[in-house]
């Protein structure tokens, strides 16, 4: 019996892969949640790790959120996402925890990186300002698995994801990101017979999308590749891995599928006067795709599943 700690359960991604280890044999899945162990709490995390002998982890756990709490909250963002992952992969280390997936995000590749971003875009270039302190705790997350790995000889392992959505998204009115703030506005317009919705931007913007089951099947089969085919595919000190689709859409088709995942027949109108971000936000997943795996839900089909659990779960999104 396996017996394997997600931290951050939770959340989105720690959800899914719950629900995705759930499934299989032989396998014990640990969770806790804030009032059980406090992440940011050395000694706490240390005693955990020492009493509860994990065979896997997978580090799951991040303060997150938008561009508006990014810049109120800097702080916090990088001090809260340091502690959790210096705890994390230190007090795992120390029970003598050999394998471990950390979760990144592709906010750490340079503001300006050659579009589609490879794993070697990293460290080329300034970051975005917006949300520094949190690629920086990323950042730091990766050479923290890296030099565990050169100086103990660990198989600590990072992915990095693309957009992500899907069930147990954050639905909040103010706070959400782009995906589910545009399936609750086109839901509501329907609700209120509106007869348009105005989008943000010219709709010109290119941006890439991964249903979050698609993400937890990623960090399963990461996880599980034997060393020798891990090893030949990564570098001691570039050994992250990017994980999408290799597919983007205009913000203008991605907001044209939502409404008809949604079902809002009503008018489409964008707001060029409102920014429009990067023109084009495309990771480069051939390192993945070498090592065997291809994400399977396409946009519309997770739309439509992510908007039947919003429709499931919506009492607890009320404003």
């Known amino acids: 019996m396996k017996k394997i700690f997600v931290a951050g359960h939770k959340g989105m991604v720690g959800s899914a ?13 640990v969770v806790r949640d804030r009032k059980q162990l406090n992440l940011l709490d050395q ?30 909250y800097p702080a916090e ?18 029970a003598g925890v050999n394998d471990l997936l950390f979760l990144g995000s592709s906010c750490i590749y ?30 730091a997350g990766i ?8 100086q103990y000889s660990r198989n600590y392992r990072s992915a990095m994801p693309t957009n992500l959505y899907g069930e147990n998204d954050n639905f909040h009115p103010e706070n959400s990101h782009v995906i589910p703030a545009l399936i609750r506005r086109f839901h509501e317009a ?28 990623a960090c399963i089969h990461i996880m599980n590749l034997d060393d020798k085919t891990y090893q030949a595919n990564t570098q001691p000190m570039l050994s992250h891995i990017n994980v999408g689709t290799g597919v983007d859409c205009t913000i203008r088709e991605l907001v044209e599928t939502v409404a008809k995942v949604v079902g809002f027949s009503g008018e489409i109108k964008f707001d060029t ?45 009320r404003a």
Not at 77 to 94: G, K
Not at 119 to 139: D, F, M
């Open 273 to 317: 006067s409102k920014p429009d971000g990067t023109p084009r936000k495309l990771m480069d997943s051939s390192r993945l795709e070498a090592l065997g795996w291809k994400y399977s839900i396409s946009l519309e089909d997770g739309l439509a599943s992510t908007y039947h659990w919003f429709l499931d779960n919506q009492d607890q999104f």
């Open 43 to 72: 000694t706490a995390v240390a005693e955990f790790f020492k009493n509860e002998s994990i065979d896997q982890v997978y580090l799951a756990a991040a303060k997150v959120g938008g561009i508006i709490a990014n810049n109120t």
């Open 17 to 29: 892969i719950v629900r995705q280890l759930d499934v299989k044999a032989n396998v014990e899945i």
């Open 190 to 217: 329907k609700l209120n017979n509106a007869s348009e919705v105005v989008a943000w931007g010219s709709g010109k913007p290119m941006r890439e999308f991964l249903h979050v089951d698609d993400m937890a099947a």
């Open 143 to 150: 050479k923290l698995c890296e030099s565990y790995n050169r």
């Open 77 to 94: 963002f990088i001090y809260e996402n340091l502690m959790m992952e210096c705890n994390i992969i230190h007090s795992a280390h120390q």
């Open 110 to 139: 340079p503001k300006f990186a050659e579009q589609p971003m490879k794993e070697e875009a990293l460290l080329t270039g300034v970051l975005e300002p917006t949300n520094e302190p949190y690629a920086v705790a990323k950042i």
